[in-house]
């Protein structure tokens, strides 16, 4: 909608691992209710189809406005006042610091016969990019994007290497928003070429083969200017010249359909230019052009339309002769790879090379190699990697060091990454104990050996985690992950953080965070639970939980929750529940439904006015999950349940940490702001309601130092309202 002194050390560890040190949790403040700032109404009404809504926060929807800048002032200095009184947040930020300072490597990219990486040495506020000649040669910087400036508030967002080895095309992200300017680096000179290509939002950067330009995307108009939170039309794919002389060519549109998305790949030969749009985050339509020689590219070629329908998810893995390899979910909800003429749009003329079977392909989770397909699977939320010849025949499995996901990591790639004519490939492993670790995997010997492997400091001999299943609310058998310290009585006295996210086909799979180790060090339990509307099962499971079925996830959340009540993990009284973004949404809604079963809760970045959500940013492409309020139907579900709407005065909410950003253009910071003051208007006892609002932040991006900090205050708040 996912990062001392010795002696003094040595008794901060003892204090932070001693279970019994969480009974010291209720915070002082807790006990009268905070004086918060107060928030102007307005007489602001809208009629839904007949149905009259008041909307009286309207006036923070205006994120560049004096009065909603005093508001976010006014309440951040309400909300740092209660933080900076809790006795126990300097040493938990002290125990996270040292959590989070190990060496952390990116999924690399193989490019000009040369291996692209990040790397963050463990405080970095941002990962270097390096490359190196060879897996055992020592590694080049490449850039530093901690010199982009003094706060490590703009980020490096992206980066592509040029075919040749000459440039690096990069984005830059003002507190990293998704508006993005790219630059290209002459890696000779280490210096910027002249020209910047501004605004670009939702894109790629994918260079042609000769190494002379490379395609992007943006939407209509916002070549010199673009706005902060304004719901954009008209996405379109340009190619970008880095000689300076050549205007950008328009490449690729959709002037029939101004709500959808334009990308492009490249095959890794540079021929084919796969291009792609869809009015939602999920399935989406396909075209082929075949741009001819690698060194002179015809960007005029005529794209040839492969799949007509946006009805499924059509992925391309690369082309073979004259046969392009996809994966889809065109009739097989749990994903299969089939393989087609260039150019051939009868989908029923598709051969499955790959069939669907029991367990779900991961999307983004295939990868074509010389004479391979690499094929990541899960099985009830559990990563297996298959290996297939071209024609299907099963050629074996990559034996992972142990249960846990072949994931993305931040370079934006999926678990795996390789070429079309190479015979290795890496993938990064992750459990919830084991921090993330790039593993470089040869085809020819099936040698599995680790990439500048990590070094915490975090003890995981000490934890466990357990792969449970509950049953919701109409019976629906759902996955949980449970992570505790081993031996764990189960008494119903530990304080426990219940984590999901639901939607949009994504898959929530084992993850590492020192964020969750220091929880776990401090006696808590760490619960995650893989709700409908993710793609955990296929996009059957993906659908059960979108538009008129979306409260198929609350109540798989809220199961959750029970399931961890009755079998004594915790009580209401110690439980928490965290999600971001739809999670964030997740959050709102089932501390709504059930503030009974819930001592804390932490939405962050949530979606949360339900009714106007599509108005902003990236709104429009959600609708394909959650449905528009300019749908009669969908407005009423959405109204039944929306955050912002469903707020009832006088009732006793759980205290609840909203965390959100200034500068957020994904899901705007005014969902937060809306939803903070009726909750504190609303609320029926000293709970308290508070909202953290990051200054020059953004959506999903923070520097290291700025999120140990977030993550101190999360955890000394939800400490500090659970019961002794």
Same mark, same amino acid.
């Given at each position: 909608?996912?990062?001392?002194?010795?002696?003094?050390?040595?008794?901060?560890?003892?204090?932070?691992?001693?279970?019994?040190?969480?009974?010291?949790?209720?915070?002082?403040?807790?006990?009268?209710?905070?004086?918060?700032?107060?928030?102007?109404?307005? @007489?602001?009404?809208?009629?839904?189809?007949?149905?009259?809504?008041?909307?009286?926060?309207?006036?923070?929807?205006?994120?560049?406005?004096?009065?909603?800048? /005093?508001?976010?002032?006014?309440?951040?200095?309400?909300?740092?006042?209660?933080?900076?009184?809790?006795?126990?947040?300097?040493?938990?930020?002290?125990?996270?610091?040292?959590?989070?300072?190990?060496?952390?490597?990116?999924?690399?990219?193989?490019?000009?016969?040369?291996?692209?990486?990040?790397?963050?040495?463990?405080?970095?506020?941002? /990962?270097?990019?390096?490359?190196?000649?060879?897996?055992?040669?020592?590694?080049?910087?490449?850039?530093?994007?901690?010199?982009?400036?003094?706060?490590?508030?703009?980020?490096?967002?992206?980066?592509?290497?040029?075919?040749? =080895?000459?440039?690096?095309?990069?984005?830059?992200?003002?507190?990293?928003?998704?508006?993005?300017?790219?630059?290209? $680096?002459?890696?000779?000179?280490?210096?910027?070429?002249?020209?910047?290509?501004?605004?670009?939002?939702?894109?790629?950067?994918?260079?042609?083969? @000769?190494?002379?330009? !490379?395609?992007?995307?943006?939407?209509?108009?916002?070549?010199?200017?673009?706005?902060?939170?304004?719901?954009?039309?008209?996405?379109?794919?340009?190619?970008?010249?880095?000689?300076?002389?050549?205007?950008?060519?328009?490449?690729?549109? $959709?002037?029939?359909?101004?709500?959808?998305?334009?990308?492009?790949?490249?095959?890794?030969?540079?021929?084919?230019?796969?291009?792609? /749009?869809?009015?939602?985050?999920?399935?989406?339509?396909?075209?082929?052009?075949?741009?001819?020689?690698?060194?002179?590219?015809?960007?005029?070629?005529?794209?040839?339309?492969?799949?007509?329908?946006?009805?499924?998810?059509?992925?391309?893995?690369?082309?073979?002769?004259?046969?392009?390899?996809?994966?889809?979910?065109?009739?097989?909800?749990?994903?299969?790879?089939?393989?087609?003429?260039?150019?051939?749009?009868?989908?029923?003329?598709? $051969?499955?090379?790959?069939?669907?079977?029991?367990?779900?392909?991961?999307?983004?989770?295939?990868?074509?190699?010389?004479?391979?397909?690499?094929?990541?699977?899960?099985?009830?939320?559990?990563?297996?990697?298959?290996?297939?010849?071209?024609?299907?025949?099963?050629?074996?499995?990559?034996?992972?060091?142990?249960?846990?996901?072949?994931?993305?990591? /931040?370079?934006?790639?999926?678990?795996?990454?390789?070429?079309?004519?190479?015979?290795? !490939?890496?993938?990064?492993?992750?459990?919830?104990?084991?921090?993330?670790?790039?593993?470089?995997?040869?085809?020819?010997?099936?040698?599995?050996?680790?990439?500048?492997?990590?070094?915490?400091?975090?003890?995981?001999?000490?934890?466990?985690?357990?792969?449970?299943?509950?049953?919701?609310?109409? =019976?629906?058998?759902?996955?949980?992950?449970?992570?505790?310290?081993?031996?764990?009585?189960?008494?119903?006295?530990?304080?426990?953080?219940?984590?999901?996210?639901?939607?949009?086909?994504?898959?929530?799979?084992?993850?590492?965070?020192?964020?969750?180790?220091?929880?776990?060090?401090?006696?808590?339990?760490?619960?995650?639970? #893989?709700?409908?509307?993710?793609?955990?099962?296929?996009?059957?499971?993906?659908?059960?939980?979108?538009?008129?079925?979306?409260? #198929?996830?609350?109540?798989?959340?809220?199961?959750?929750?029970?399931?961890?009540?009755?079998?004594?993990?915790?009580?209401?009284?110690?439980?928490?529940?965290?999600?971001?973004?739809?999670?964030?949404?997740?959050?709102?809604?089932?501390?709504?439904?059930?503030?009974?079963?819930?001592?804390?809760?932490?939405?962050?970045?949530?979606?949360?006015?339900?009714?106007?959500?599509?108005?902003?940013?990236?709104?429009?492409?959600?609708?394909?999950?959650?449905?528009?309020?300019?749908?009669?139907?969908?407005?009423?579900?959405?109204?039944?349940?929306?955050?912002?709407?469903?707020?009832?005065?006088?009732?006793?909410?759980?205290?609840?940490?909203?965390?959100?950003?200034?500068?957020?253009?994904?899901?705007?910071?005014?969902?937060?702001?809306?939803?903070?003051?009726?909750?504190?208007?609303?609320?029926?006892?000293?709970?308290?309601? !508070?909202?953290?609002?990051?200054?020059?932040?953004?959506?999903?991006?923070?520097?290291?130092? $700025?999120?140990?900090?977030?993550?101190?205050?999360?955890?000394?708040?939800?400490?500090?309202?659970?019961?002794?």
């Amino acid at each position: 909608m996912t990062h001392f002194d010795r002696g003094a050390l040595a008794l901060l560890l003892a204090a932070l691992c001693a279970a019994p040190a969480l009974a010291e949790t209720t915070s002082v403040q807790k006990q009268s209710a905070l004086a918060y700032p107060p928030t102007r109404i307005v @007489d602001v009404v809208d009629d839904y189809h007949g149905r009259k809504v008041a909307d009286p926060y309207r006036w923070l929807e205006d994120l560049e406005s004096a009065d909603t800048a /005093a508001w976010v002032a006014a309440q951040n200095k309400v909300t740092f006042a209660f933080l900076e009184a809790l006795p126990r947040r300097e040493q938990i930020r002290r125990r996270l610091t040292e959590l989070w300072d190990y060496r952390r490597t990116g999924l690399p990219v193989l490019e000009a016969g040369q291996t692209w990486f990040q790397q963050n040495s463990g405080l970095q506020r941002q /990962a270097p990019l390096y490359r190196q000649s060879a897996p055992d040669a020592q590694p080049s910087l490449v850039i530093d994007p901690n010199t982009l400036s003094p706060d490590g508030s703009v980020q490096m967002a992206q980066w592509s290497p040029s075919p040749d =080895g000459r440039h690096l095309a990069y984005t830059l992200a003002k507190g990293g928003s998704d508006l993005q300017d790219i630059r290209v $680096r002459d890696l000779a000179t280490a210096r910027d070429l002249p020209v910047t290509v501004r605004n670009t939002k939702f894109s790629g950067l994918n260079w042609t083969r @000769d190494g002379k330009g !490379l395609f992007y995307s943006r939407y209509k108009g916002t070549e010199a200017a673009a706005d902060f939170a304004d719901a954009s039309e008209f996405h379109q794919l340009w190619y970008h010249s880095v000689d300076g002389r050549t205007p950008d060519r328009l490449i690729f549109e $959709r002037p029939q359909h101004p709500r959808d998305s334009a990308g492009a790949e490249l095959s890794d030969d540079g021929r084919w230019l796969f291009l792609s /749009a869809g009015s939602g985050t999920t399935n989406n339509r396909l075209w082929v052009a075949d741009l001819g020689s690698a060194q002179q590219p015809n960007l005029a070629a005529t794209p040839q339309l492969m799949a007509p329908e946006e009805d499924a998810i059509h992925e391309p893995l690369g082309v073979v002769g004259q046969d392009v390899y996809l994966y889809t979910t065109w009739q097989a909800p749990k994903g299969r790879i089939v393989a087609a003429q260039v150019g051939e749009g009868d989908r029923s003329r598709w $051969r499955t090379v790959v069939p669907e079977g029991e367990d779900a392909i991961v999307e983004n989770g295939a990868l074509l190699l010389k004479d391979r397909l690499a094929v990541v699977y899960l099985a009830d939320v559990q990563s297996r990697v298959r290996l297939f010849a071209l024609d299907g025949t099963p050629k074996g499995e990559i034996a992972l060091p142990e249960p846990g996901s072949v994931t993305g990591t /931040a370079s934006g790639l999926g678990g795996l990454s390789g070429r079309s004519d190479g015979r290795e !490939l890496y993938l990064n492993f992750v459990s919830f104990l084991r921090p993330a670790t790039i593993y470089r995997y040869d085809l020819g010997t099936g040698a599995l050996e680790p990439f500048h492997a990590p070094r915490s400091t975090f003890d995981a001999s000490k934890f466990e985690t357990r792969a449970l299943f509950y049953a919701s609310k109409d =019976g629906t058998r759902v996955p949980l992950f449970v992570t505790l310290r081993r031996g764990t009585k189960l008494d119903g006295s530990h304080p426990t953080v219940l984590y999901g996210y639901g939607g949009f086909n994504i898959s929530v799979v084992p993850n590492f965070s020192p964020a969750v180790a220091g929880w776990l060090e401090m006696g808590g339990i760490y619960a995650v639970a #893989n709700l409908r509307g993710g793609g955990e099962y296929g996009s059957d499971w993906h659908r059960a939980g979108t538009r008129e079925r979306k409260q #198929n996830v609350f109540d798989d959340f809220i199961a959750a929750g029970e399931y961890l009540v009755r079998e004594k993990y915790t009580t209401p009284s110690r439980l928490a529940i965290h999600g971001r973004s739809n999670g964030g949404l997740l959050v709102g809604a089932t501390m709504l439904q059930r503030p009974d079963l819930f001592a804390v809760a932490l939405p962050g970045v949530g979606v949360l006015d339900m009714l106007r959500y599509d108005e902003f940013s990236a709104g429009p492409y959600w609708a394909d999950d959650y449905g528009s309020s300019d749908d009669p139907a969908a407005a009423q579900y959405l109204l039944a349940y929306s955050p912002l709407h469903n707020l009832k005065a006088g009732t006793c909410y759980p205290a609840t940490l909203i965390t959100t950003a200034d500068r957020d253009d994904r899901v705007v910071p005014s969902h937060s702001f809306k939803f903070a003051a009726a909750l504190q208007k609303a609320q029926g006892c000293a709970n308290p309601t !508070l909202i953290r609002i990051e200054v020059a932040g953004s959506h999903g991006y923070r520097p290291t130092d $700025r999120i140990i900090a977030e993550w101190a205050d999360i955890w000394a708040f939800t400490l500090a309202n659970m019961a002794p």
